[in-house]
């Protein structure tokens, strides 16, 4: 059973699917695009406990896959109990699913090297909190994804629209944000990391990307780090993986700083950076590799075979049933390929897409992540009244 059926859950059931697998899929409307692809659906608020308990009794899953943050995972423990498998663990999804969980479990008990980060439950303690870690610093519900509802807060009148955004744009009924101070980072990584069963942790090469309003528009890999920060890194993401316990793929997150490597987030499940697996990237893309951790296959080795980058297809019109335009554009490029998401609703840069690109190991990454975006740019989302 997938709870939540995104663009990611829809590359997890295709790869479920060619597994043999029989799935359910849970978004809180129809057609979802996972559900496009699984045996069944469900629609669902999944921040109803009594509904979620309702099509797990119905369904009787073997194992329940997350794969967004407004769920009542407190639930899952009690699933956990009953048998059911839960990814990577109830454990892991109750804490990742809040940034203070996670983040106080990271820095307080772990030790990690995090930014210096204060709780505020109302405006006033958001000031109060800001004063204490600094202007800038980072404002972000404590359970959101993509970076909604998450503002770089310059100078202190901007305080009042991000208490604002993070409020109205955080999923699930907590009133809370987190506020952070700005880290001078160089780039961003994500290092997606794989925990076994019944075998090693492993690593993916390190994937850089690039956000714009808090969501992903780009990225790429392998990103070359000094082997002490990769060293760093994987040291890090093992050690959290670790305590929150359980087998699938992990989107653990860094900042890359002059001075070493800063832990930012963990998520338990394929993460949207890493489509850019989807390019061949790698032996295995993270949906491969998660669905193999979750049932248990072993994976021997992540073998990274190429070098690739992934643009999201950005939407800048709002309909229903939206077409599309240049695909043909993206095909004549002999490196490159697309995936349309399937979404039934256009809204305003909303992601409905993505170019993927590769070329040889070697290849210049930042390259490829500029053919990427001029491709990506050459598709037009369209109202389904316009050819």
Known sequence: MLLGSGELGKEFVIAAKRL????????????????????????????????????????????????????????????????????????????????????????????????????????????????????????????????????????????????????????????????EAFVPFLSEITLLTVTQKNGETLFCAPIGHRQERGDYQESWQPVELTNGFVEEARHMAAKVTKALGGAGIWGVEFFITAEGVVFSELSPRPHDTGMVTLAGTQNLSEFELHCRAVLGLPIPEIRQEKAGASAVILSEIETLHPTYTGLGLVCQNPRADFRLFGKEAARVHRRMGVVILNDELGANVLELKKTARELANMVGVKPSSEK
């Open 20 to 179: 043999g697998q029989t799935v359910i899929a849970v978004d809180k409307y129809a057609g979802a695009p996972a559900m496009q692809v699984a045996d069944m659906f469900e629609v669902v608020n999944m921040l109803e406990g009594d509904e979620l308990d309702r099509i797990v009794a119905k369904h009787q899953p073997d194992i329940i896959v997350p794969e967004i943050e407004a769920i009542r995972t407190e639930r899952f423990y009690d699933y956990e109990k009953a048998g059911i498998q839960v990814v990577p663990s109830a454990k892991a999804a109750n804490f990742t699913m809040n940034r203070k969980a996670i983040r106080d479990l990271a820095a307080k008990e772990l030790g990690l090297k995090t930014a210096n980060y204060r709780y505020a439950k109302s405006f006033e303690e958001l000031k109060a909190a800001a004063a204490e870690v600094g202007i800038p610093c980072v404002v972000k519900p404590l359970m959101s994804s993509s970076g909604k509802g998450q503002s770089t807060v310059k100078c202190e009148p901007d305080l009042e629209k991000a208490w604002k955004d993070a409020v109205d744009k955080g999923r699930g009924d907590v009133s809370e944000v987190i506020v």
